[in-house]
C-alpha cells in the first residue's frame, strides 16, 4: 500500500508537466494553423482614358497583408503602370512583410499611352495567401479630322486626338488630347476662345496656327512637347508715340525681339539692370531673341498715333509649355528688382504665380504704365490684397489675371535667384484688357488717392482681408516712389502702396501714412473707391497732427498745406473720432510757408492771419502785409536765392517765426 502511494506521488507530477507541455504544442499548432491573409480595397478600377500620345490621371487601391510568409508582389495588367508614390510606375511592386505583416499600403494605376482600348487585370499575390485582383479598363481617345468644312466623325473632346487638315477659323473652343495641323491647313482661333489640350500641339510644315487676341492655348504637363511655330497675336494698351510696354515672349526659337519691335528704335530697347535698378539698352536686339520667361521695355514705333493706338504686337516661334526656371539677378535688398513676364500662349492666375514663387519674391507685381511725363509714377501696383493704380487712364485693375505677352517687375527675396512658372497657372480668361478676382475670400478695403491742382496722383491701399495680417508679408505692396508725390502706409517703417491687415476688423485700428511732395503747394486726400464693411456706415478719419484734426473722408476730401518733402508722422487713417476741429492751435507746426517762384506763400489752416513780414538775411524788409483776415496769402519778393525770415501774426495776435529759401 505505501508502495502505491509513492506511486501516485512520483507520477502526478509527471502528469502535470506533461498537461503544461501539451497544452504549449497545441498553441504552437494553432499559431502555425493562421493562414496568410491578404486585404484589397477594391475589386475594380473606374474606366480610365488616355491619348495616344500621354498617359492617363492615376487612380488608386489600397492593400494589406497579415500572417504572411512572404513579400506581397503585385504585377500590373498589360497597359497599364502601377507605382507606390504616384510618381515612379513601372510593372511590378514588391511590398516586403514586417513579423507578417504588411500595412495599409497605397497602389497608384494609370494607363500607359498606346494605341488601342485596353483592359486587364493587376493581381497581388504572396506565398501560400489567396490571391487578390483589381480589375482595370480604359481607352484611347478617337482621332476626329477638320476637313475645312466640318469635324469627321464628331467634335473633338478632351479623350480625343484633333487634326486640322482644312483651313480653320471657327469661333469655338478645341478640347483636344493633342492637335496636329497639317496638309498646309491655316488654323486661326478666333479672339475670346481657347485651345485645351493635355498633349502637345504639332503643327507640320506648310500649315499656320495663329491666336488671335485674346485666344488662348493651354496645356497640362511638366515637359513642352510641341513643335512648329505659331503666330501669337497681342493688343497693347492704349499707348502714345514714345510710350513703353513691358513685353514677354510666349513663343522661343526663331524671333529676334528686334524682329517682334518691327519701327522701334533699337536704341529704346531695354532690359532691367538689377544691380542699379536702371533701364539699360539691349545690345544687338536685331540678333538676341527674347529669353523665356524675361521681361523687355519696349517703346512703340516711331511712326505710332501720336494721338493714341493700341499696337498689335506677333510673336512667331514654337509655343511655350511645362515648368519653365527663370534666373534671377540678385545683389542684395533694394537691388532684386527683375524684369520677367508669362511666358506662355494664354492668361496665368497672378495669385498661383506668387504661392509658388512666394520663398523667391515679395509677392507684389509692378505694371509699367507711363506716359512721356517724368511727374507720372511709373508703375502700377498688385498683391493678393488688390490693385493700385499709378494714376494713367491705361492702368487697368488685372483682377488677379497676367495675360498674354505681358512683362512685370519682381523683387527677390533673401538669396534667391530663381523663380518658376507652370502649366498649372494658366487660366482661360479671355479679357481685352492688357493687365486682367474671382478669390473667395472676404476683402473690406479704402483705396485712397493724393492729388494735386496740376494733376499729380499716388494711390494706395488698406485691405483688411481673409489671408491678411498686421505683420509684413506676401500681401503687402512696398511703394516704388518715382512719382512727384506719393502717399504710402508703413509697414517696419518701410513704405508701401498697399497693406494688407487682418480680420477682424475693430474701430479702435488705426494706420500710419507717409505723404511725400517734391513740391510744396496744396494737395487732397480722398476715397478713390471702397468695398466690404466700409461701403456701408463705417467711417474712415484722415487724422492730421500738424493741424490737430480728424477729417471724415466719407464726407469730402481733406486738402491740405504742405511744404517738400517726406513727412512720416503728419497722417494716418482712423476709424473713430476723438478729436476736433476745437482743439487745434495756432503754432510753428500749424503754419505752412512755402515758395512759388518769385512768391512766398503763408497758410494756416486753424487760424486767421493778421499780419505777415519778410525779411532777408540783413533785416532788410521785403514784404509786408496787414489787416489779412485770411487763412492763406502770397507776397511778392525778389529773386534772391537767399534766406527769408518769416513773421506772422495771427488775428490773435500770436506769433509764429519761420525761414524759407527763395
Not at 503544461?20 to 473606374?46: H, R, Y
Request: a negative charge; proline letters at 4%; glycine letters at 8%.
Amino acid at each position: 500500500m505505501k508502495k502505491n502511494i509513492l506511486f501516485l506521488i512520483i507520477l502526478f507530477p509527471i502528469i502535470a508537466l506533461g498537461r503544461i507541455a501539451d497544452l504549449k504544442i497545441c498553441n504552437d499548432v494553432e499559431f502555425l494553423a493562421a493562414s496568410p491573409q491578404l486585404t484589397v480595397s477594391v475589386t475594380s478600377l473606374a474606366a480610365f482614358s488616355s491619348c495616344i500620345q500621354t498617359t492617363s490621371n492615376s487612380q488608386n487601391f489600397t492593400i494589406s497583408g497579415s500572417f504572411l510568409t512572404a513579400e506581397i508582389s503585385i504585377t500590373s495588367a498589360a497597359g497599364f503602370t502601377i507605382s507606390k508614390d504616384d510618381i515612379n510606375f513601372g510593372s511590378t511592386l514588391i511590398f516586403p512583410h514586417v513579423s507578417g505583416n504588411v500595412p495599409n499600403s497605397v497602389v497608384y494605376v494609370r494607363m500607359a499611352p498606346t494605341s488601342a482600348s485596353n483592359s486587364g487585370i493587376i493581381t497581388i499575390a504572396s506565398v501560400n495567401a489567396v490571391s487578390k485582383t483589381v480589375a482595370v479598363s480604359g481607352t484611347v481617345g478617337i482621332t476626329t479630322t477638320w476637313n475645312g468644312t466640318s469635324w469627321n466623325p464628331v467634335a473633338p473632346t478632351s479623350t480625343m486626338n484633333a487634326f486640322i487638315e482644312g483651313n480653320y477659323s471657327q469661333a469655338a473652343d478645341i478640347n483636344a488630347c493633342y492637335l496636329t495641323i497639317s496638309n498646309g491647313a491655316h488654323a486661326n482661333i478666333s479672339s475670346g476662345y481657347n485651345v485645351v489640350l493635355s498633349g502637345a500641339l504639332t503643327v507640320d510644315f506648310g500649315s499656320t496656327f495663329t491666336l488671335e487676341n485674346n485666344a488662348g492655348l493651354l496645356q497640362s504637363g511638366t515637359t513642352n512637347p510641341n513643335s512648329g511655330t505659331i503666330k501669337v497675336k497681342r493688343n497693347s494698351s492704349f499707348l502714345n508715340r514714345l510710350d513703353y510696354t513691358i513685353w514677354s515672349s510666349p513663343t522661343f526659337g526663331e524671333q529676334s525681339i528686334q524682329g517682334f519691335a518691327i519701327g522701334t528704335v533699337p536704341t529704346r530697347i531695354y532690359f532691367y539692370n538689377s544691380a542699379t535698378n536702371l533701364f539699360n539698352v539691349l545690345p544687338n536686339p536685331s540678333s538676341t531673341n527674347f529669353a523665356t520667361g524675361n521681361g523687355y521695355l519696349i517703346r512703340t514705333p516711331n511712326d505710332h498715333s501720336t494721338t493714341g493706338a493700341i499696337w498689335t504686337g506677333e510673336f512667331l516661334g514654337k509655343p511655350n509649355s511645362g515648368d519653365i526656371n527663370v534666373s534671377m539677378n540678385n545683389f542684395g535688398v533694394g537691388f532684386g528688382y527683375n524684369f520677367v513676364g508669362n511666358p506662355y500662349p494664354s492668361p496665368i492666375d497672378a495669385t498661383a504665380f506668387v504661392e509658388l514663387n512666394s520663398a523667391n519674391i515679395t509677392g507684389t507685381l509692378y505694371f509699367y504704365r507711363k506716359t512721356n511725363n517724368v511727374l507720372e509714377p511709373t508703375y502700377a501696383t498688385w498683391s493678393t490684397a488688390g490693385f493700385v493704380s499709378n494714376g494713367n487712364p491705361e492702368s487697368v485693375d488685372p483682377n488677379g489675371i497676367i495675360q498674354t505677352g505681358q512683362g512685370f517687375l519682381v523683387e527677390a527675396i533673401g538669396s534667391a535667384t530663381n523663380l518658376v512658372f507652370t502649366n498649372s497657372m494658366r487660366s482661360n480668361t479671355n479679357v481685352d484688357q492688357f493687365f486682367r478676382n474671382t478669390n473667395p475670400q472676404e476683402y473690406n478695403r479704402i483705396w485712397l488717392n493724393a492729388t494735386s491742382s496740376e494733376g499729380l496722383f499716388s494711390q494706395m491701399l488698406i485691405a483688411y482681408f481673409t489671408d491678411g495680417s498686421d505683420q509684413l508679408d506676401s500681401s503687402d505692396g512696398k511703394s516704388i516712389t518715382d512719382g512727384a508725390i506719393s502717399l504710402t502706409s508703413i509697414i517696419q517703417t518701410v513704405p508701401h502702396t498697399i497693406q494688407g491687415r487682418s480680420l477682424p476688423f475693430t474701430p479702435a485700428d488705426s494706420v500710419p501714412l507717409q505723404f511725400m511732395a517734391k513740391r510744396a503747394g496744396t494737395y487732397s486726400i480722398a476715397i478713390d473707391h471702397v468695398d466690404g464693411l466700409f461701403a456701408e456706415e463705417q467711417d474712415v478719419f484722415l487724422r492730421d497732427t500738424q493741424i490737430g484734426v480728424d477729417h471724415n473722408l466719407k464726407s469730402d476730401p481733406y486738402t491740405f498745406v504742405t511744404a517738400a518733402g517726406t513727412f512720416a508722422n503728419r497722417f494716418s487713417i482712423v476709424y473713430q473720432n476723438p478729436l476736433s476741429v476745437e482743439n487745434a492751435t495756432f503754432n510753428s507746426s500749424s503754419v505752412v510757408v512755402y515758395n512759388n517762384y518769385n512768391a512766398v506763400i503763408i497758410n494756416s489752416p486753424n487760424a486767421l492771419l493778421n499780419q505777415v513780414e519778410i525779411y532777408d538775411g540783413r533785416g532788410r524788409v521785403m514784404a509786408f502785409a496787414k489787416n489779412i483776415n485770411a487763412n492763406e496769402i502770397s507776397l511778392n519778393v525778389e529773386t534772391t536765392n537767399q534766406l527769408l525770415i518769416v513773421k506772422i501774426i495771427s488775428a490773435d495776435g500770436i506769433t509764429v517765426t519761420k525761414k524759407t529759401i527763395n
